[in-house]
């Protein structure tokens, strides 16, 4: 199979795993209308064609919390990374380290932050969600600082688990679903052999070396729900700036008061997301809630933003609303699931080319260059 997008990385993704798992990954929240949006809002952005304005060699290099990268990109945190590939994170963290931009580590990985941080050539970024038992995410915190990481991505929002319908068809969760799981990895021995064998998925890493627990993928939403805590409140920021002294940033604001308060609670960057549509579905898409965010904390707080971005062109188009970088989720699993550590540093150079396409036909120079002219207003 030819693989020139990141689209013919998500058909070799689901040709290559069990339904159950790509159908996790691939999927939203109730009826996915918030996943589909993502997308058509970004694809729906006309960028401004302009030529002639001796644009040269592009740059694509920015900072981000301090940090050198050389595109405005990071990997997003995204659970069970090592379900998609054999130690996935790890893979996943080479590739990003190899081409010059960070990798974020989720707290439910299956590698745990010790197994990765080795991998790393530059300090990896840590996502940490709110668990109910506050032992582990102070653990969780001194675990990642000991290891050099110093930007934290504090996920706001997943109070409580959205309901993923599409994983009670596909087997990951609901009726059956171990059995089904098990008659999938038959039906798929590459996976079954190098991943689900050898790869020992079941482990949360993080989470085992504090709470003892593996997952039990049939009630992966109940397990959410028993361990996330759904009273978090703005004060518990403080609580984590008690122990966290690098950068914090928010991911999961889609409201301009939000961003706002964020900012007045110390954090120094927000991820403008709605968790790739995997949350509440119905709410704003990334394309649609970033303009206003952007015009409301106007340069305080670094602004990242995710969900539905499947080329450079889609970055170019949240860094033109308003983003200083963007996250890449499912479009960086996809190409791991499909062809590991290489797939993923692929997808990164196919996005840094598209983006040096996009910025040269609308007249940047520079990541810094790319502003609202760069699109058409309608
Ligand atoms: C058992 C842990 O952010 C998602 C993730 C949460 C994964 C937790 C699974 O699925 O959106």
Redesign the pocket.
């Known amino acids: 199979m030819i693989i020139s997008s990141t689209h013919d990385y998500r058909l070799a993704a689901k040709r290559r795993l069990p339904p159950f798992l790509f159908h996790?990954i691939d999927g939203g929240a109730y009826d996915e209308h918030t996943l589909a949006r993502n997308v058509a809002d970004l694809r729906d952005l006309a960028l401004r064609q302009r030529v002639l304005k001796e644009v040269g060699e592009v740059d694509l290099s920015a900072r981000l919390f301090g940090e050198a990268v050389s595109l405005p990109v990071a990997l997003a945190?995204?659970?069970?990374t090592g379900m998609f590939a054999r130690r996935g994170e790890v893979q996943a963290a080479r590739a990003a380290a190899s081409r010059g931009v960070p990798f974020t580590l989720?707290s439910?990985s299956v590698c745990p932050i010790e197994e990765v941080q080795p991998a790393m050539t530059r300090p990896m970024w840590f996502q940490l969600?709110v668990l109910r038992d506050r032992g582990f995410m102070k653990n969780a915190l001194e675990r990642a600082w000991a290891a050099g990481v110093r930007t934290l991505v504090f996920?706001v929002d997943?109070p409580v688990?959205g309901a993923?319908y599409r994983d009670r068809h596909s087997g990951m969760s609901g009726p059956f679903a171990a059995w089904r799981r098990m008659l999938q990895a038959v039906t798929h021995p590459r996976w079954a052999w190098d991943v689900g064998l050898r790869g020992r998925p079941h482990d949360?890493g993080n989470v085992s070396a504090y709470l003892g627990h593996r997952?039990h993928?049939e009630d992966?939403i109940g397990?959410?729900g028993e361990n996330f805590d759904p009273s978090i409140g703005w004060r518990d920021l403080e609580w984590i700036r008690e122990y966290w002294q690098g950068a914090m940033v928010l991911k999961g604001i889609l409201d301009p008061e939000d961003a706002r308060e964020a900012g007045r609670f110390g954090a120094d960057g927000i991820v403008v997301s709605n968790?790739?549509g995997?949350?509440l579905d119905g709410v704003l898409s990334s394309a649609r809630a970033l303009p206003a965010i952007a015009d409301a904390v106007q340069g305080d707080l670094t602004i990242l933003a995710d969900s539905g971005v499947r080329s450079g062109l889609d970055v170019v188009r949240l860094l033109a609303l308003g983003a200083d970088g963007v996250l890449l989720g499912r479009a960086f699993v996809y190409a791991l699931a499909a062809a590991g550590e290489q797939g993923v540093a692929h997808v990164l150079d196919l996005i840094a080319s598209e983006m040096r396409v996009a910025m040269t036909l609308t007249g940047a120079q520079a990541v810094g260059e790319v502003s609202r002219e760069s699109l058409v207003r309608v």
């Open positions: 996790y945190p995204v659970g069970l989720s439910v969600y996920t997943m688990p993923r949360l997952i993928l992966y397990w959410l968790h790739g995997r949350q």
